[in-house]
């Protein structure tokens, strides 16, 4: 004869314990979102360095025309520069060199900007190397 075993009430009914289950989807979720964080993080930094460096040849720009007297001996500076040329010269220095702080590709634009920043505030335009940077910024510029 077969008995069949019936328990009673609270005695001898366990069931299986779900902590490994929810011990797994508790790791899956936080390496997921430490993913999807680092991820976002990266993207933002390149976005906002792109955006500086478009920014920075923008600013470039419209400095407008910069002298080049490298052919005239005799006219080695300009005398006066409009205060905006300055600052959006000032501008486009700072930008660049935070777009090369948060990525490394624009420092070569940086160094060239800043280059030109340094021909434009000393007014001699007769800088061989500074026209060089001029053109090697607009150069990278047209690359963006």
Same mark, same amino acid.
């Given at each position: 004869?077969?008995?069949?075993?019936?328990? @009673? &009430?609270?005695?001898?009914?366990?069931?299986? %314990?779900?902590?490994?289950?929810?011990?797994?989807?508790?790791?899956?979720?936080? *390496?997921?979102?430490?993913? *999807?964080?680092?991820?976002?993080?990266?993207?933002?930094?390149? &976005?906002?360095?792109?955006?500086?460096?478009?920014?920075?040849?923008?600013?470039?720009?419209?400095?407008?025309? *910069?002298?080049?007297?490298?052919?005239?001996?005799?006219?080695?500076?300009?005398?006066?520069?409009?205060? @905006?040329?300055?600052?959006?010269?000032?501008?486009?220095? @700072?930008?660049?060199?935070?777009? &090369?702080?948060?990525?490394?590709?624009?420092?070569?634009?940086?160094?060239?900007?800043?280059?030109?920043?340094?021909?434009?505030? %000393?007014?001699?335009?007769? @800088? *061989?190397?500074?026209?060089?940077?001029? %053109?090697?910024?607009?150069?990278?510029?047209?690359?963006?």
């Amino acid at each position: 004869m077969q008995q069949t075993l019936v328990p @009673e &009430a609270g005695v001898g009914t366990t069931e299986p %314990s779900r902590r490994p289950q929810v011990l797994t989807a508790v790791a899956g979720f936080v *390496i997921g979102a430490s993913v *999807i964080g680092m991820l976002w993080a990266l993207s933002s930094v390149n &976005a906002g360095a792109l955006e500086d460096a478009q920014e920075a040849c923008n600013a470039l720009a419209r400095v407008g025309t *910069i002298p080049d007297t490298t052919d005239s001996p005799g006219d080695r500076t300009v005398a006066v520069l409009a205060p @905006e040329i300055l600052h959006r010269m000032t501008a486009a220095r @700072e930008l660049s060199a935070a777009a &090369a702080a948060a990525n490394d590709t624009y420092r070569p634009l940086a160094d060239h900007i800043d280059g030109v920043s340094r021909m434009v505030f %000393s007014l001699h335009f007769n @800088e *061989i190397s500074g026209q060089r940077h001029l %053109s090697q910024a607009e150069q990278l510029c047209t690359q963006l």
